[in-house]
């Protein structure tokens, strides 16, 4: 009995964006190649918009070093 790992990603973006985020994923993914998994696109009824705040560069540094 084999088993395989699944990782799901999910994307909202603006209808707009849809349909060229969609290309860029398919392609960058290699969905093309046969076996490499599956993507798909819904219509998104609702969402919550979600603002990342700027990095502080200055402490990122900080951190990294």
């Not at 009995?1 to 860029?24: K, L, M, P, R, Y």
Request: charged share 25%; net charge negative.
């Amino acid at each position: 009995s084999g088993s395989f790992d699944v990782e799901q990603v999910h994307v909202v973006v603006t209808a707009h964006q849809a349909e060229n985020v969609f290309d860029v994923i398919y392609r960058c993914c290699h969905f093309v190649d046969p076996n490499k998994g599956m993507i798909y696109m819904n219509k998104l009824m609702q969402s919550t918009k979600h603002t990342i705040p700027e990095l502080d560069h200055a402490e990122f540094d900080e951190i990294t070093e």
